[in-house]
């Protein structure tokens, strides 16, 4: 008892004086220190260590760098603005050759990457796109809009709008305001289902999912909380659906996803019964057990592998001066310049191909599903 009391104490500590000294918390201990070949650093800033996929996402791209020779630091902040900041300030002053950054608030960072397009540092925008400044290089992300419009065509197609006699009750949510990607999924799949709230055919009943038809962003979860997600769903619920039920709800991703069907399950939906349709993105280990469970419909998987593989590739091309691979030169303008982008693929995984796709491909070791 003793013994495990001061371990406690001595970890206790360690966390202080880590503040202290500045460490951030959100930190991985492998991101402390620099190490890899003998290549220039790499700086890598991913926004918190709080959702499975940015801990897979840096995993990977440091990884990958450092198996090609680069130095690198991975630093995660917490989804706190200001710490990213000065995240990027020390790997700027660390003497780092690119950014890789996962934004938080992609509107706030010019001034950041002036500094470091000054010291001739090159930018690489990773999944979000950074706003508002000329100094972000290249852009390497998922087909955003695809993104939402998979999850519209598949609430159309499951739901069959189309040859629906009787309106089913729909309650759309949207991403945190401050992400780029959130505006792109909301209208992706907004494009789709809009004709069918419009028809009648879906029925918003909440007060605060009907703003969904104005401002995406009044809708939106800030940080992408999965506690926030909870206590919206159970506010609309409790509020609208006294007499009714929710059929159809739209998440935009898996963290929300995952506190709408904590809601639903507190409020006595019942899979099989009058679970709704809910979809998601990501394909996080607890959202593909809600799949197979029945308490989510689907999500859009994004292989992270692939984009820190694509990534690693547009690194290695930036330092070596050769021409960076894009394949997208129109669609991402980012308020100041259209930023050169590759976009990769995104797909649908539904209880049938949870094996086929996530499993079979070593995404999700079959272990960590039981
Ligand atoms: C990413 C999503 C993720 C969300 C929350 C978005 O920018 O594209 O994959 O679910 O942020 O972290």
């Known amino acids: ?48 260590v709080s959702l499975e996929r940015w801990n897979n996402d840096g995993a990977g791209l440091k990884k990958q760098l450092e198996d090609m020779g680069y130095k690198t630091m991975l630093d995660y902040a917490d989804n706190k603005n200001e710490q990213q900041i000065q995240q990027l300030e ?49 852009y390497a992300t998922f087909d955003n809009y695809k993104v939402g ?19 089913l009750n729909f309650e759309p949510f949207a991403g945190s305001p401050d992400d780029n990607n959130a505006s792109l999924f909301f209208k992706g799949a907004w494009d789709v289902l809009k004709p069918y709230v419009d028809s009648g ?27 926030t997600a909870q206590s919206e769903m159970e506010n609309r619920l409790n509020s609208f659906y006294t ?25 006595g939906y019942v899979v099989g019964k009058d679970w ?9 280990v607890a959202n593909v057990k809600n799949i197979l469970a029945g308490k989510q419909s689907m999500t859009v998987w994004k292989d992270t592998r692939e984009l ?24 991402y303008n980012n308020g100041n310049k259209v930023v050169p982008s590759y976009l990769l693929d995104p797909q649908v995984v539904t209880k049938d191909d949870v094996q086929s796709k996530l499993v079979d491909s070593g995404f999700i070791t079959a272990d960590k599903l039981k």
Do not use: H
């Open 201 to 227: 055919k879906l029925v918003i009943n909440s007060e605060t999912g009907k703003k969904a038809a104005g401002n995406w962003q009044d809708i939106g979860i800030l940080e992408w909380k999965s506690a």
């Open 243 to 267: 007499d009714k039920k929710v059929q159809v709800v739209l998440s935009p991703n898996d963290s929300l996803a995952l506190g709408i069907a904590q809601a639903l399950e507190t409020k």
């Open 149 to 167: 419009q998979l999850q519209g065509n598949y609430i159309k197609d499951n739901a069959k709008l189309d040859g629906a006699t009787t309106p």
């Open 90 to 138: 020390n790997q700027i002053n660390s003497g780092a050759k690119v950014l890789v950054i996962a934004s938080i608030d992609g509107k706030t960072l010019g001034p950041t990457l002036q500094k470091a397009a000054d010291k001739g540092i090159k930018i690489i925008a990773y999944d979000r796109l950074i706003m508002g400044t000329p100094n972000v290089d290249y």
């Open 276 to 284: 709704p349709i809910l979809t998601g993105q990501d394909g996080d």
């Open 1 to 48: 008892m003793a013994i495990r009391k001061s371990a406690a104490l001595i970890a206790g500590l360690a966390v202080v004086f880590g503040a202290m000294a500045g460490c951030s918390a959100d930190r991985t201990p492998a991101s402390a220190g620099s190490s890899g070949g003998d290549k220039p650093l790499i700086g890598i800033t991913m926004p918190t």
């Open 308 to 331: 820190a593989k694509k990534v690693a590739a547009m690194v290695d091309e930036i330092v070596s001066g050769k021409t960076v691979t894009t394949n997208d030169t129109k669609t």
